[in-house]
C-alpha cells in the first residue's frame, strides 16, 4: 500500500469527480490520503471528505500565501479533531515577494510570525508539522531546529536543499513527489540517495506537480505510483520494499 501524504482533494478541480479520482488511487495501491490545509476557506471542505472517506485524513495549517488570513482560533476548531493528523501545510515562501524593501520586510515578519504560531500550536497538540519551504531554506531551518517539538514534520516537497538533512535527526521526513520524474530535477536526483531511508515520505500535491509521463495534465493521487517507481529507480530498492518503506513512515509520523 502507498500513503499520499499530500493532495488537495478539496481543491475545485475534483469537485465533479472526486470519488472517481479516489477509486482510482486505491486501484492502484493508494490506500490513504492526508488534505493538507493549506486555505482557510477550504479546510471545512477538507474535513468533510475526511468524515466521509475512511481512508481520507486532513491536516489544520495556513499557507505562507494566506498569512494574512490566519486565525489561530480558527484552527483551533479543527486541530483535535480525530481525523486532523498534523498542522500546515504552514512554512516560508520567498518565492513572490513585494518589489519594495520595506514591504518585503514586513512580509518576511509576517510569515514567521504566522509560522511561529503554528509551530507552537502543533507542539502544543502533540502532531506533526507539514512544512512548505520555499526560497526560504536557511530561515525554515533556523525556525524549526529552534522551536519545533518531538513530533517533528514533513517538508513537504522537498527541494533538495542540503543543508535541511539535518533536521532528519529532529524527526522530519522529506516529501518526494513529481519533481523526482522531471528531466530537470537533476539536484533533487543527486540529493535523493542521502535521505535516510527511515525519512521517506511519497506525496503527489494534487493536482499540481503532476510527474513524467503526464506533465501539464491535473495531478491525481493515482500517480503515486509514478513517483514510487523513480524512487526505487534511484535507491535499488523494489515496489514492494519501497511500498512497506514509505508506508511505515507516513503511519509512524502521523499515528495513521
Do not use: W
Not at 80 to 85: D, L, N
Not at 111 to 119: P, S, T
Amino acid at each position: 500500500m502507498i500513503v499520499d501524504t499530500h493532495c488537495h482533494l478539496d481543491d475545485i478541480r475534483y469537485n465533479d469527480d472526486l470519488e472517481e479520482v479516489i477509486q482510482r488511487a486505491v486501484v492502484q495501491g493508494v490506500g490513504k490520503f492526508i488534505i493538507p490545509g493549506a486555505d482557510p476557506e477550504s479546510l471545512e471542505r477538507a474535513v468533510e471528505i475526511a468524515e466521509k472517506y475512511e481512508e481520507v485524513y486532513f491536516a489544520a495549517g495556513v499557507h505562507p500565501y494566506d498569512a494574512k488570513e490566519y486565525d489561530r482560533c480558527y484552527l483551533e476548531k479543527f486541530v483535535e479533531h480525530p481525523k486532523c493528523v498534523a498542522v500546515g501545510e504552514c512554512g516560508l515562501d520567498y518565492y513572490r515577494l513585494p518589489e519594495k524593501e520595506d514591504e518585503i520586510a514586513a512580509e518576511k515578519v509576517l510569515q514567521k510570525e504566522v509560522f511561529l504560531d503554528q509551530i507552537l500550536l502543533a507542539k502544543k497538540v502533540k502532531k506533526p508539522l507539514i512544512v512548505h519551504i520555499r526560497e526560504s531554506s536557511q530561515d525554515s531551518l533556523d525556525m524549526l531546529d529552534e522551536y519545533a517539538g518531538e513530533e517533528g514534520g514533513v517538508l513537504h516537497c522537498y527541494n533538495a536543499n542540503e543543508s535541511l538533512l539535518k533536521l532528519a535527526q529532529k524527526h522530519f521526513y522529506y516529501g518526494i513527489g513529481g519533481v523526482l520524474t522531471f528531466k530537470n530535477a537533476r539536484k533533487l536526483i543527486n540529493v535523493f540517495p542521502k535521505i535516510p531511508h527511515d525519512r521517506l515520505l511519497i506525496e503527489t500535491d494534487a493536482p499540481y506537480l503532476t510527474p513524467h509521463p503526464h506533465r501539464g495534465k491535473r495531478n491525481e493521487p493515482s500517480y503515486c505510483t509514478l513517483i514510487a517507481d523513480k524512487m526505487c529507480e534511484l535507491s535499488g530498492l523494489s515496489r514492494t520494499e519501497m511500498e512497506t518503506l514509505t508506508t511505515g513512515n507516513a503511519n509512524r509520523l502521523f499515528g495513521l
